[in-house]
């Protein structure tokens, strides 16, 4: 079928027999009928990833939402998968396309929403398009697929049972320096993405944030052929960080607090000293390390007024 044209399937619908409900196509997904959204998994890096269920969505659908359409194109073409209407959601168009997306679904056609790598809505597009949906009474169904995230919390070696999702840290200002803290101070692995231009410095302020010592693991072109995944301490990465290459996108799975007894001035001291020596003004030096240490702020500001807490 020509690009850009969901009416063939269309029609296919609309000529089965006219007895109540359409007869439902042969090998069709029941939970991805006419009329419905499916968000679906794609490969991160290895093309043999697309399992059987996707690709026979991505060929059922009379309209695929896409981050970039040259990608989607090239994916498609790989499965020998004739390229249906191909609407692109990138973040600067996807709530115009979502109401686009959503008006075809409820209007009987089929809308699979896919991003470049892994499953839609995770730190890619495809959120608005399920809101929308939702908001629209469009059922959402899923298709699921490879996850950069998942995949390497397994390949970490962390033993990390309990985990949470940050994605990318704001770039600067301070939320970063907040949502540092709060990796810091969490007792459960952390992941993160990174672009291979900020990795460093991430790699950097996390070290700064959670201490030297903590446990990492840095992975890029996971499933591809130069798969590479780093495991030691955050100090050895920043040195192993200096020699490399930063190329390809960066996971970054960070372990948990260690449990901690009571917190000593001594430590307190040193938290407030290493962030203001990074340029931290008192205020958010303050913030950071009862954060991190999970201590109350009183005690911290106490102590970077040169007091101790039982001298006021």
Not at 119 to 131: I, K, L, N
Not at 210 to 229: D, F, I, M, S
Not at 272 to 284: F, I, N, P, Y
Request: proline share 6%; charged share 25%.
């Amino acid at each position: 079928m020509p690009a850009g044209s969901g009416r063939g399937r269309a029609a296919r619908s609309a000529g089965s027999p006219a007895q109540g409900s359409a007869a439902p196509e042969a090998g069709a997904d029941p939970a991805f009928p006419p009329g419905s959204v499916a968000l679906v998994g794609t490969p991160i890096g290895n093309l043999g990833d697309l399992s059987p269920r996707a690709a026979a969505a991505l060929a059922a659908a009379d309209v695929i939402c896409c981050e970039d359409t040259r990608r989607t194109r090239a994916l498609l073409s790989a499965a020998g998968i004739a390229t249906p209407a191909l609407l692109s959601i990138e973040r600067h168009r996807e709530a115009a396309s979502a109401a686009v997306a959503v008006a075809r679904a409820a209007g009987g056609e089929r809308v699979a929403v896919v991003t470049d790598a892994g499953m839609p809505g995770v730190s890619d597009p495809g959120e608005r398009v399920v809101r929308a949906a939702l908001d629209a009474g469009v059922p959402v169904t899923a298709v699921p697929g490879p996850s950069a995230a998942l995949t390497a919390v397994v390949l970490a070696g962390l033993g990390a049972q309990r985990w949470c999702f940050e994605g990318f840290l704001p770039r600067s200002g301070r939320a970063r320096s907040e949502r540092l803290a709060a990796v810091a101070a969490d007792d459960r692995a952390t992941v993160i993405y990174e672009a291979p231009t900020r990795v460093a410095g991430t790699i950097g302020d996390l070290a700064g944030s959670c201490g030297p010592e903590r446990r990492v693991a840095a992975a890029r072109e996971l499933t591809k052929l130069h798969e590479q995944v780093w495991r030691g301490t955050l100090g050895e990465a920043v040195g192993w960080l200096a020699g490399v290459a930063p190329r390809g996108e960066w996971v970054v799975v960070v372990d948990g607090a260690p449990g901690r007894g009571e917190v000593g001035d001594d430590e307190i001291r040193a938290g407030l000293a290493e962030r203001t020596g990074r340029g931290a003004d008192r205020k958010s030096a303050v913030a950071e390390v009862a954060r991190s240490l999970g201590v109350p702020r009183r005690r911290v500001y106490a102590l970077a007024l040169g007091l101790r807490e039982g001298d006021r």
